[in-house]
């Protein structure tokens, strides 16, 4: 008795880690390739090859792709994903989410072309629970069998999505390196050893007016003043020397020809082996605060004129000795007397009892040494004598010794009681505003400089059904229609940039989900010197407005626009329908008719007298003429349907669709299809082209049954307003007559719905399924002609569903469309 070899003693399967394991257990017998003893020797060498390399491999193997992976390929998979299953499957059930993009590569190779090698491409795939971006840099080539043929594809592959991300984050890094250099005020730069700029930002650029190329390099050379020149070679050189940052004050030349002082800061940069490779720095622009300084300097007496002039108090107090300094201003304010000697709690005096312990504290906190030694503060004090109220701002600063004591707290305190009056006035005003808004029925809102909105009145709320929180987090964006929003977006920024009123009219979401027209106006506010400072608006509904200038606009234009309309069309289709009815009917049928004429004669006498061959083209040269003559009449029928009046019937459904069963006896009863009616209406139709399209359907549906199951049809129609449906072509308040036709038969992508109506398509093969690629695209000229609309839904293996929406006043229906 010969007993059968076990897959564990098979040579080129020992070893392998984990897919050798699970090669080696799996019931090869139940797959297309049959057990492993019985393989052929290249597909048993390339396993072998695959399961002992330590490169990722994969084998697409026979005509059904059958899979297999070694150790290396199998992370790539991740988990909870295609691994363990994939393995000795059809490659086609389990990489259907790249299957557009690897099928033909896989048909490439098998077709005998060279192997091909792609470099990190995206191939999402499912792993992990759920379906991932995955770079890729693999290559394809052919196994052949003993005869030569290409059997199989080998994959090499390494996954290279982190090479990627990593390039992405560094040029992202990049990119935000750049952008945030360019927003700076200060000079960037970047030089190499040579003391070559490599890169200046864009601040450099437009002082001094060069271009990026013209930047790069020694160009700096000619922009430092000559007086300057050497002293930064030597702070630059010294600075190399020691390793050590720099700062050097030089004067740089501007576009204008003119030289200013910058303060320039910077330091060598070093590789990992410690070589020097360059330099990398910024520039502050510093000639005004250094002519300031010159000039405080040189003028003790210009300095206390500033002072003066910008109407300054100031002060000076010593926090070792108690010892407290102020100017003559700060005196008055405080109500003291210009011989008075002052102290730290004579001047905390007068300061208003709501603000003395706030202003303690924060003289307190700026002389300890972890605060910075920062004092900004507001507060009221009162002159003892007047008991006159002003509103005052002290900043100041401490200085510290070396043992992080306070040794000097100074600063300076400016009169806010004007600008402290207008921010209460405009407080009043934004509350009256407010008021104002509240009671008004319209929607108010406002806007910052930028155009940001910050406020929106109870009836913006009220309308849209959402809360502060929502329209914050998410914007305000999501209540307008979103055919809108782009349009919208722009005008609003073309007025925050120009200054222009802001007018727009878009749909808003009302709290039912529905959408009303609103007028929204927005016009800027500004200050005495003319600059914006907010934006006030308003969203006025106009909906009823708008339809009703719509219908008077339409009464108008009705007229005129079907005579025009329907004389051109009706010229244009008679002269050419004409013309190509006639051709189909007589010049095109006429040969045809006698090519089938004299096929049946040779059939019937010269048979017999024919080879295999020649009965073989004999048959498909008659099978040729009649699917020419199927395809002749299916166009002279488009054409027909196509050159018909509109005469509208009241006709019952059900009597139509009757009509077309029996005539479809023969076909339903071969393929012993059941047919489910449901109650059905009357409408007004077209009833010869109305049986057309239902006779079309139904072939359809005879044509692509399943040979699975019983092929079932069902039918049903209902009336109802268009705002029931879930159709955004159908207008809201006209009533339609929605028929649904649906099978469960083979069914369709679900990407084809529109694509089929087309003229000549065709989804399915040729020798599976007869066909002209005509019948459904008369379906839908039909239903236009009906000023209905169609769609259709298909599940593969499953089914499809066709909806066909007719109005049931087709007068309403052309007024309505005209007016919106």
């Known amino acids: 008795m010969k007993t059968k070899k076990n897959h564990s003693t098979l040579e080129f399967l020992p070893q392998g880690g984990e897919m050798g394991d699970l090669i080696r257990a799996k019931n090869w017998s139940k797959t297309s390739i049959g057990n492993p003893e019985d393989w052929p020797q290249s597909l048993r060498t390339t396993i072998s090859i695959i399961l002992n390399s330590k490169f990722p491999m994969f084998l697409f193997w026979g005509p059904e792709l059958i899979c297999f992976y070694n150790d290396a390929y199998r992370p790539s998979l991740g988990k909870e994903g295609k691994h363990p299953y994939i393995l000795g499957s059809k490659a086609e059930d389990y990489w259907k989410e790249i299957w557009q993009d690897i099928k033909p590569l896989i048909d490439s190779i098998l077709s005998g072309n060279e192997a091909n090698l792609t470099e990190d491409q995206l191939l999402p795939i499912y792993r992990n629970g759920k379906v991932e971006d995955v770079y890729w840099t693999y290559s394809y080539s052919a196994v052949h069998d003993e005869s030569g043929k290409p059997m199989g594809v080998f994959v090499t592959c390494t996954e290279t999505t982190k090479k990627i991300m990593a390039i992405k984050q560094l040029q992202e890094s990049e990119d935000r390196f750049r952008t945030l250099s360019d927003q700076t005020p200060m000079m960037v730069f970047m030089a190499n050893k040579d003391a070559e700029v490599t890169y200046w930002n864009k601040s450099w650029l437009d002082y001094t007016g060069q271009t990026f190329e013209q930047a790069i390099g020694r160009s700096w050379d000619k922009i430092v003043h000559p007086n300057d020149y050497q002293r930064l070679l030597e702070t630059y050189s010294i600075s190399i020397e020691k390793r050590s940052n720099y700062t050097i004050e030089v004067r740089m030349k501007g576009k204008d020809g003119k030289y200013r002082w910058f303060l320039f800061s910077g330091g060598p940069h070093y590789l990992e082996n410690q070589q020097y490779e360059g330099n990398v720095g910024s520039g502050m622009d510093i000639h005004d605060h250094k002519e300031a300084l010159y000039e405080l300097k040189n003028s003790k007496n210009e300095f206390q004129f500033v002072i003066e002039a910008a109407k300054l108090a100031t002060f000076n107090y010593n926090p070792i000795t108690n010892k407290f300094l102020c100017n003559e201003r700060l005196k008055d304010w405080f109500g003291l007397k210009s011989k008075d000697n002052v102290d730290l709690s004579t001047a905390i005096a007068s300061v208003a009892k709501k603000d003395q312990k706030r202003v303690k504290k924060a003289i307190q906190k700026s002389l300890e040494f972890s605060s910075g030694g920062s004092y900004d503060i507001d507060y009221t004090i009162i002159d003892p004598n007047t008991l006159q109220e002003r509103m005052v701002r002290a900043k100041g600063s401490t200085l510290f010794n070396k043992d992080k004591v306070a040794y000097r707290f100074t600063g300076i305190l400016i009169d806010v009681s004007k600008e402290s009056l207008a921010n209460k006035k405009i407080k009043e005003s934004e509350q009256r505003f407010k008021l104002l808004a509240k009671s008004l029925p319209i929607m108010v809102w406002t806007a910052d400089v930028n155009g940001n909105l910050n406020y929106f009145n109870k009836v913006v709320y009220k ?207 071969e393929k012993n299809v059941k047919i489910e009616l449901a109650q059905l209406n009357k409408i007004n139709i077209i009833p010869f082209q109305f049986r057309q399209l239902i006779n079309n359907l139904l072939t359809n549906a005879i044509k692509f049954s399943s040979t699975d199951r019983k092929p079932l049809i069902k039918i049903s129609s209902k009336i109802k307003y268009g705002r029931d449906f879930e159709n955004e072509k159908l207008i809201a308040n006209n009533e339609y007559c929605y028929i649904c036709i649906s099978d469960n038969g083979i069914g369709f992508e679900p990407q084809y719905g529109n694509k089929i109506f087309e003229i000549f398509q065709r989804l399915h093969n040729r020798g599976d399924y007869e066909g002209t690629g005509i019948g459904l695209a008369i379906v839908k000229k039909v239903v236009d002609n009906h000023k209905g609309f169609i769609t259709a839904i298909g599940t593969p293996k499953k089914g499809a569903t066709f909806n066909i929406y007719i109005p049931v006043n087709t007068e309403n229906i052309l007024g309505l469309k005209e007016a919106l």
């Not at 073989?616 to 349907?641: C, G, H, P």
């Open 463 to 669: 309308y849209s059904g959402l809360q502060q929180g929502e329209i914050d987090n998410d914007g305000w964006l999501q209540i307008v229609h979103k055919n809108e929003r782009e349009e919208n977006i722009k005008k609003w920024k073309n007025s925050i940039d120009t200054g222009n009123d802001f007018l727009f009219e878009h749909r808003f979401k009302r709290n039912d989900g529905k959408y009303r027209w609103q007028l929204s106006r927005a016009t800027p506010q500004r200050n005495e010197e003319g600059k914006i400072t907010m934006w006030v608006g308003t969203s006025t509904d106009i909906q009823d407005q708008k339809l009703f200038a719509k219908r008077l606009e339409k009464q108008v234009k009705k007229r005129t626009l079907e005579l025009e309309q329907n004389n051109t069309y009706l010229e244009n289709m008679n002269k050419e329908l004409q013309a190509f009815a006639y051709i189909s009917s007589h010049d095109l049928q006429e040969p045809l008719r006698k090519i089938q004429t004299f096929a049946s004669r040779i059939v019937s006498n010269e048979y017999d007298n024919l080879s295999d061959r020649g009965k073989d083209w004999f048959r498909r040269m008659q099978n040729a003429a009649q699917r020419m003559q199927v395809l002749i009449e299916d166009l002279l029928t488009y054409s027909r349907v196509n050159n018909t009046e509109i005469h509208l019937e009241n006709r019952d459904l059900t009597a139509i669709i009757n009509e077309v069963i029996e005539d479809l006896e023969e076909e339903l009863k």
